[in-house]
């Protein structure tokens, strides 16, 4: 079969989006493997680091002024008190699927170091719009708690917050409204407080450790590139049979041959020619 139709500009446009549509694909099955990838690197951080048993805060003070996405999880106890006055609520913060808050408050260890302690999550209220009917208060005085390493979250560009309240846990936002230093670097989600109140936010749920569905996306979006190609190749060989069986009815028949059908008229009018003066001859003569 002839495959010279492929050098046309209609086929070779064809072959462009063939190769655009596989490098979209090719890419969005990257990103998704980038995604899965992230996920198995959180899950072993969370089987790694959730459960060991707690280390002096001395031991990991550095990941609190620079965060390490390694040691997120890890378990730490702090020995301080905490400064409600400078206590903020974080709005918009999911907890298993439920709309809700989480409350910060300021922690002054006796190393004289400020961090923040996340003591959990508190439903949407019903009596004031964009506020939690109770944000029960912190232990007064010297107080342990044990808490999981987290790192500071990226500031939201143009969202804002009313007062007391911030649109997400970007500690240097956070770091801006108080009169004193803070680590900036990783915050403390409380696993316990001793002494403990009588009552407190609800505790956040450990991470989950499922990978998702990234992996069988990426192989979708793989295939879908490939077959890409596949349709391209398809088509290219169904245009060359066409074209193949065309040539053939022509050679055969020769009816879809100009051409040939030019010299057909021809001789036949020539024929015709002959013919007509053969006639008259015999006419002049008798016959």
């Known amino acids: 079969m ?5 050098l046309t500009r209609r086929w070779l446009s064809f072959l ?17 493997m ?20 707690p280390v002096p805060f001395e031991q990991v003070e550095q990941y609190f002024s620079v965060s390490d996405p390694e040691i997120k999880w890890t378990t730490v106890t702090l020995s301080g008190r ?17 709309p809700g808050y989480e409350i910060l408050v300021p ?4 190393t004289g170091d400020t961090v923040i302690v996340d003591r959990g999550w508190l439903p949407i209220g019903n009596l004031r719009s964009g506020y939690p009917d109770v944000v029960p208060s912190p232990p007064a005085g010297n107080v342990e ?10 500031a939201l560009e143009g969202r804002t917050a009313p007062e007391g309240q911030l649109p997400s846990i970007a500690l240097p936002v956070y770091a801006k409204q108080l009169e004193y230093p803070l680590l900036t670097g990783s915050y403390g989600l409380m696993a316990s407080e001793s002494p403990a109140p009588d009552v407190s936010p609800q505790q956040l749920s450990m991470p989950a450790v499922q990978e998702g569905s990234n992996l069988s996306y990426a192989m979708q979006w793989l295939t879908f590139g490939i077959l890409a190609f596949v349709g391209f190749g ?20 020769g009816s879809h041959d ?9 001789k036949a009018r020539k024929r015709n020619t002959s013919d007509d003066e053969e006639d008259a001859l015999l006419d002049r003569l008798g016959l």
């Open 2 to 6: 002839n495959y010279r139709f492929l």
């Open 16 to 32: 462009v989006l063939a190769v655009v549509v596989a490098a979209a694909c090719a890419g969005l099955s990257k990103w998704q």
């Open 34 to 53: 980038d995604r899965r990838n992230q996920a198995v690197a959180e899950i072993r951080r969370v089987q790694q680091n959730y459960v060991k048993p």
């Open 82 to 98: 905490y400064l409600p006055q400078d206590q903020r609520i974080v709005r918009n913060r999911p907890n298993n699927s439920a």
């Open 107 to 110: 922690f002054r260890l006796g």
């Open 145 to 154: 708690v044990i808490i999981r390493i987290k790192p500071s979250e990226q």
């Open 234 to 253: 398809h088509a290219a060989r169904q245009q060359a049979r066409i074209a193949k069986e065309e040539h053939e009815d022509q050679r055969q028949s």
């Open 258 to 266: 100009p051409a040939l059908q030019v010299r057909r008229e021809d």
